[in-house]
C-alpha cells in the first residue's frame, strides 16, 4: 500500500469535473442524458452501501468500492458494463484491495435476498468474470486514499474533536459524488469541516490561515457539497439508504431502461 498520497496511483489520476460529467456515446446513443447517468450512479452508490450492510464490512471498503465503481464509469460504459453487476464487483475487488474479503457467494446471497427485480441478480462465476474487466478498466491501480484518516488528524489538530460525528457525516455523503476523483483527500476533508464548523458556529478562520491552503477550493467544494443536497433533496447524515427524497424508482428504472439492449 503506497504510504504518500502524492506519490500514488491515486493522485495521478485525479480528473476534472468536465471530464466525469460525460455520458459515453455509446450510452448517449441509446438516449441516455447527463442527468440519468448521475441518477444510476447515485442510485448504485446506494446499493453499495446497502449490500455493504448486509455482509458486514468495514467503511473503508465501502468507499473503496464506491471509488472503484465512479472511476470505472470515467472511462466505461453503462451499456458494456452493467452497472448492476459492477456494483457488488467492485465491493468484492475492494474488500480483497482493503485485506477484508468477503466472499463471492455470500454477495451473491445477499442480492437474491435484497432485490427481487431478476436484472440485478448474479452468480458467482459473473462477478469473477466481470472482476478481471474491472482490473482492466481500472488499470490495475487498486490503491485509494480517503478522507477519513486526514479528517481525524485535522480535527484533533484544531483542538475541534467534537465535531467528529458530524464531520464523518459529511465525508460520507462526499462519496454520493464524484468529489474523490477530483481532489486530494486532505481538501475534501478540509471542506467537511468547514462545513461542520459553520452549523455549529465555530470560529476555525484562524487556524484555516494556519494551515494555508487554498481557502476558494476548500469552499468550492463545500458549496458543491451543500449545492448536491439542495438539488437531490438529501437529508444529511441519514444513511444512504433514507436520505433520497428527490430521486423516485421511476426514474431509476427508466434510466436503466435505456441500457436494455432491443430485442
Same mark, same amino acid.
Given at each position: 500500500?503506497?504510504?504518500?498520497?502524492w506519490?500514488?496511483?491515486?493522485?495521478?489520476?485525479?480528473v476534472?469535473?468536465?471530464?466525469?460529467?460525460?455520458?459515453?456515446?455509446?450510452?448517449?446513443?441509446?438516449?441516455?442524458?447527463?442527468?440519468?447517468?448521475?441518477?444510476?450512479?447515485?442510485?448504485?452508490?446506494?446499493?453499495?452501501?446497502?449490500?455493504?450492510?448486509?455482509?458486514?464490512?468495514?467503511?473503508?471498503?465501502?468507499?473503496?468500492?464506491?471509488?472503484?465503481?465512479?472511476?470505472?464509469?470515467?472511462?466505461?460504459?453503462?451499456?458494456?458494463?452493467?452497472?448492476?453487476?459492477?456494483t /457488488?464487483?467492485?465491493?468484492?475487488? $475492494?474488500?480483497?484491495?482493503e485485506?477484508?474479503?468477503?466472499?463471492?457467494?455470500l454477495?451473491?446471497?445477499?442480492?437474491?435476498?435484497?432485490c427481487?427485480?431478476?436484472?440485478?441478480?448474479?452468480?458467482?462465476? =459473473?462477478?469473477?468474470?466481470?472482476?478481471?474487466k474491472?482490473?482492466?478498466?481500472?488499470?490495475?491501480?487498486?490503491?485509494?486514499?480517503?478522507?477519513?484518516?486526514?479528517?481525524?488528524?485535522?480535527l484533533?489538530?484544531?483542538?475541534?474533536?467534537?465535531?467528529?460525528?458530524?464531520?464523518?457525516?459529511?465525508?460520507?455523503?462526499?462519496?454520493?459524488?464524484?468529489?474523490?476523483?477530483?481532489?486530494?483527500?486532505?481538501?475534501?476533508?478540509?471542506?467537511?469541516?468547514?462545513? $461542520?464548523?459553520?452549523?455549529?458556529?465555530?470560529?476555525?478562520?484562524?487556524?484555516?490561515?494556519?494551515?494555508?491552503?487554498?481557502?476558494?477550493?476548500?469552499?468550492?467544494?463545500?458549496?458543491?457539497?451543500l449545492?448536491?443536497? =439542495?438539488?437531490?433533496?438529501?437529508?444529511?447524515?441519514?444513511?444512504m439508504?433514507?436520505?433520497?427524497?428527490?430521486?423516485?424508482?421511476?426514474?431509476?428504472? $427508466?434510466?436503466l431502461?435505456?441500457?436494455? /439492449?432491443?430485442?
Amino acid at each position: 500500500m503506497a504510504a504518500n498520497f502524492w506519490t500514488s496511483s491515486h493522485y495521478k489520476q485525479l480528473v476534472e469535473q468536465d471530464k466525469i460529467d460525460v455520458v459515453h456515446p455509446i450510452d448517449k446513443e441509446r438516449g441516455l442524458t447527463l442527468e440519468e447517468f448521475k441518477l444510476i450512479k447515485i442510485h448504485m452508490t446506494n446499493h453499495i452501501w446497502r449490500l455493504a450492510q448486509h455482509v458486514k464490512v468495514r467503511q473503508r471498503v465501502i468507499a473503496t468500492a464506491v471509488t472503484y465503481f465512479r472511476r470505472v464509469y470515467t472511462r466505461k460504459s453503462l451499456t458494456e458494463y452493467d452497472p448492476r453487476l459492477v456494483t /457488488p464487483t467492485c465491493l468484492y475487488l $475492494a474488500s480483497k484491495a482493503e485485506e477484508s474479503t468477503v466472499q463471492a457467494r455470500l454477495l451473491v446471497f445477499y442480492i437474491k435476498k435484497m432485490c427481487s427485480d431478476e436484472k440485478y441478480r448474479c452468480e458467482i462465476k =459473473d462477478i469473477l468474470e466481470m472482476e478481471m474487466k474491472l482490473l482492466e478498466a481500472l488499470d490495475y491501480y487498486l490503491v485509494v486514499f480517503h478522507p477519513y484518516r486526514p479528517l481525524l488528524q485535522l480535527l484533533q489538530d484544531a483542538g475541534m474533536t467534537d465535531l467528529t460525528h458530524i464531520s464523518w457525516g459529511l465525508v460520507n455523503d462526499t462519496y454520493k459524488m464524484d468529489l474523490i476523483l477530483i481532489h486530494p483527500p486532505y481538501m475534501i476533508a478540509l471542506a467537511c469541516i468547514y462545513i $461542520a464548523s459553520v452549523l455549529k458556529d465555530k470560529e476555525t478562520t484562524a487556524w484555516f490561515e494556519e494551515l494555508r491552503v487554498d481557502m476558494n477550493v476548500v469552499k468550492n467544494i463545500a458549496i458543491e457539497i451543500l449545492d448536491f443536497y =439542495d438539488f437531490y433533496r438529501v437529508e444529511a447524515f441519514k444513511g444512504m439508504a433514507e436520505s433520497f427524497k428527490g430521486i423516485s424508482d421511476e426514474k431509476i428504472n $427508466a434510466a436503466l431502461h435505456k441500457l436494455t /439492449p432491443k430485442p
